[in-house]
């Protein structure tokens, strides 16, 4: 099984089920997502079972500077994690059943909930993975960055339930995205989701992928989508221009673009990152963006949805 990594030097392996699919369950490419979590059974606390409920979404970036043990004594960056703080604790105020934490990485996979980052890949001087609950089979895997910043993030909160970790291919199709989207919003009677990615790399000549005259008004479109809670313009963003700029959080914010939009669309059908239920549309998401900026050539956009 090849290694699973963003960027260069990640280890750890997504942790599959080998056996068949558990009734419930979807694929999607190699990822299997759970239809229902599991102890809710037939009990719900919200609309019918066939119904889509995300009663929350975020986006925040995922760079390594969010792990406090990478940046030494100095505060990097605290508006940024601030902003992450508040838009994770957003999310665990509304009573999910599960929050799902949806990520770039080498291939669409999901992986088991006790995972966590590995900081020795990031720096020779901290070891092992951050406390919190481990999978089944012992000691944690080591997440791809963006799935593992935002197993911290929940960690950081205090969040004690439920979570699942997708990983959705950096090259991903848009349908692709889109249709993960959909049975994320199925994937429990109440769902919040956590879109973990960075805007565009190429946004000043110190940049990763150094300056792109592209990059700035990608940045801005993206921006513009999630504060006016545009899901189609989400929905509608270019693969192909987003992997030339760098722009990792593309896949997962048309994942989310397609489960907010998913919402009161009834046996998962007609979502399309607009959504409808019952044949009329609903009203858009209330959004907040909380930090949007691109220090050191990297544009880092946080922000919080959530259905009216």
Not at 15 to 31: K, Q
Not at 179 to 196: D, I, Y
């Amino acid at each position: 099984m090849p290694t699973s990594r963003v960027g260069a030097g990640q280890p750890g392996r997504p942790r599959r089920l080998s056996r068949p699919a558990r009734e419930g369950t979807a694929r999607v490419g190699t990822a299997e997502l759970p239809g229902k979590i599991p102890g809710h059974g037939g009990h719900h606390r919200g609309p019918a079972a066939n119904t889509a409920v995300i009663v929350a979404a975020a986006i925040c970036p995922c760079p390594p500077l969010l792990v406090r043990e990478l940046t030494g004594q100095t505060e990097v960056l605290p508006e940024l994690r601030a902003a992450c703080a508040a838009a994770v604790g957003f999310l665990c105020a509304a009573a999910p059943d599960v929050i799902v934490v949806a990520g770039p990485d080498e291939q669409t996979a999901s992986w088991d909930p006790g995972d966590r980052l590995d900081l020795a890949a990031y720096a020779p001087g901290p070891r092992g993975t951050a406390p919190g609950p481990r999978g089944g089979s012992g000691a944690p895997a080591a997440l791809p960055l963006s799935l593992g910043i935002g197993a911290r993030l929940l960690d950081e909160a205090g969040y004690p339930g439920p979570r699942a970790l997708h990983g959705i291919a950096a090259l991903a199709a848009p349908d692709d995205c889109l249709r993960l989207g959909r049975q994320v919003a199925l994937s429990a009677p109440r769902v919040a989701l956590l879109a973990m990615g960075d805007g565009s790399a190429r946004r000043s000549v110190s940049a990763p992928g150094y300056l792109d005259e592209r990059a700035a008004p990608f940045d801005a479109g993206v921006e513009r989508a999630v504060r006016d809670a545009d899901l189609a313009a989400l929905a509608a963003l270019d693969a192909d221009l987003a992997a030339d700029l760098m722009a990792v959080g593309r896949p997962a914010w048309q994942v989310l673009a397609a489960a907010l939009g998913a919402v009161g669309v009834r046996d998962g059908t007609g979502a399309d990152g607009t959504g409808a239920a019952d044949g009329q549309p609903p009203g858009p998401p209330r959004a907040e963006v909380l930090y949007s900026d691109a220090p050191f050539g990297v544009g880092y956009l946080v922000a919080t949805l959530a259905p009216r």
